[in-house]
T-cell receptor
Framework: GENVEQHPSTLSVQEGDSAVIKCTYSDSASNYFPWYKQELGKRPQLIIDIRSNVGEKKDQRIAVTLNKTAKHFSLHITETQPEDSAVYFCAASMKNTGFQKLVFGTGTRLLVSP | NAGVTQTPKFQVLKTGQSMTLQCAQD?????MSWYRQDPGMGLRLIHYSVGAGITDQGEVPNGYNVSRSTTEDFPLRLLSAAPSQTSVYFC??????????????FGPGTRLTVT
């Protein structure tokens, strides 16, 4: 089955710096890669996603890149702000009988210091 | 819309007790699923449903049962609670997004402790 590894487990940056979180996946059939943000004590919320036929996707200060050959994808956050502090999870999935079984990475705790 | 709701928010059980975690969604989503979240392990899929009357196992199904009698509700039953089931449980429902993939919406979670 699919296995997703995520690095680093913690990341500390200064406000205004960029942050990059990396994930690798094992199943070449995976075709959907979402990123979730989870604030302390809250539910995970989708912040950006990418399909396997797209190499990069941007939404304001966040972007995701995908390298299918190397089977890795990354989340890039530019001009970080204190409110970006949270745990970020990557996931990979393959559509199976219509349902998207997500396999999650173990999370990255991002701390943005003012 | 309330979105995805879960009850209770917190629960303490003794080993061997049974209970049901409730999940409901009012978005008419076809797919629903249950995850557990443990420290350092991300979220893991327990069971999922592709429609009323249809359920299937996820990554970690042992010790849990589900049923889906209506589109709105997807309860998770713990048959005989064990300390290893201490976790935060999230229910999610899915809809087809504009990129033809299923975007999952999570409920607020239930924090379960088994002593």
């Amino acid at each position: 089955g699919e296995n997703v590894e995520q690095h680093p487990s913690t990341l500390s940056v200064q406000e205004g710096d960029s942050a990059v979180i990396k994930c690798t996946y094992s199943d070449s059939a995976s075709n959907y890669f979402p990123w979730y943000k989870q604030e302390l004590g809250k539910r995970p919320q989708l912040i950006i996603d990418i399909r396997s036929n797209v190499g990069e996707k941007k939404d304001q200060r966040i972007a995701v890149t995908l390298n299918k050959t190397a089977k890795h994808f990354s989340l890039h956050i530019t001009e970080t702000q204190p409110e970006d502090s949270a745990v970020y999870f990557c996931a990979a999935s393959m559509k199976n009988t219509g349902f998207q079984k997500l396999v999650f990475g173990t999370g990255t705790r991002l701390l943005v210091s003012p | 819309n309330a979105g995805v709701t879960q009850t209770p928010k917190f629960q303490v059980l003794k080993t061997g007790q049974s209970m049901t975690l409730q999940c409901a969604q009012d978005m008419n989503h076809e797919y629903m699923s249950w995850y557990r979240q443990d420290p350092g392990m991300g979220l893991r899929l327990i069971h999922y449903s592709v429609g009323a009357g249809i359920t299937d196992q996820g990554e970690v199904p042992n010790g849990y049962n589900v049923s889906r009698s209506t589109t709105e509700d997807f309860p998770l039953r713990l048959l005989s609670a064990a300390p290893s089931q201490t976790s935060v449980y999230f229910c999610a429902s899915s809809r087809l997004s504009t990129n033809f993939m299923y975007e999952q919406y999570f409920g607020p979670g239930t924090r379960l402790t088994v002593t």
